[in-house]
């Protein structure tokens, strides 16, 4: 069974770049046709799609965040990352990494990873 | 984007009892296919999200047969026959018809 473990920095400074890297364990992430994608949840608060990266590399993102969201792959290193640009306060949350099959439902998520956005 | 609405936004239930959560969408999640594009996610306290239901009313993997999943276009409901102590958390539905996939806000399953 795939497994899905988020890391990078816990605290970002206002007007800087976010990049957090999902490693897959259990599984090739070029293999099969699935879909990798973020998604974040502020405290307390509900579920935001930020985007998602297919095998094929066709990229999807939420034009909520207009330009400021990047999804890639490493096949190399079996990750995929999320960069996101010019943090404020808003962005502060709970950051997933998740898996979705063909028919686009997250069937593997990670546990999560705190970012805080804080001078 | 479509916006997914959920009712309640709290549900009280006693073990053994069974639970309706409702989730409507501002546009149909019918592809051509006929699939419905809607799932149910279950996050329990300190956890992540977990996938219950897919394409409407189909159970993830080891999701138990107390949970169905049922409805089309833009009414839908998940159901639990008889709740049990951890089945608490908090339910979300989501589309994944079209871009951006988008979450309901929630229902929060506490036991009575």
């Known amino acids: 069974q795939v497994q899905l473990q988020e890391s990078g920095p816990g605290l970002v400074k206002p007007s800087q770049t976010l990049s957090l890297t999902c490693t897959v364990f259990g599984g090739s992430i070029s293999s099969g046709s699935y879909y990798w994608g973020w998604i974040r949840q502020p405290a307390g608060k509900g579920l935001e799609w930020l985007g998602r990266?297919?095998?094929?590399?066709?990229?999807d993102y939420n034009p909520s965040l207009k330009s400021r969201v990047t999804v890639s792959v490493d096949t190399s290193k079996n990750q995929f990352s999320l960069k996101l640009s010019s943090v404020t306060d808003a962005d502060s949350a709970v950051y997933y990494c998740?898996?979705?099959?063909?028919?686009?439902?997250?069937?593997?998520w990670g546990q999560g990873t705190l970012v805080t956005v804080s001078s | 984007d479509i916006v997914m609405t959920q009712s309640p936004l709290s549900l009280p239930v006693t073990p053994g009892e069974p639970a309706s959560i409702s989730c409507k969408s501002s546009?149909?999640?019918?592809?051509?296919?006929?699939?419905?594009?809607l799932d149910w996610y279950l996050q329990k306290p300190g956890q992540s999200p977990q996938l219950l239901i897919y394409?409407?009313?189909f159970r993830a993997s080891g999701v138990p047969d107390r949970f169905s999943g049922s409805g089309s276009g833009t009414d839908f409901t998940l159901k639990i026959s008889r709740v049990e102590a951890e089945d608490v958390g908090v339910y979300y539905c989501m589309q994944t018809l079209q871009i951006p996939l988008t979450f309901g806000g929630g229902t929060k399953v506490e036991i009575k």
């Open positions: 394409l409407g009313s």
């Open positions: 546009e149909s999640l019918v592809y051509s296919n006929g699939n419905n594009h």
């Open positions: 998740a898996r979705a099959p063909p028919h686009h439902s997250f069937d593997s």
């Open positions: 990266i297919h095998t094929s590399g066709r990229t």
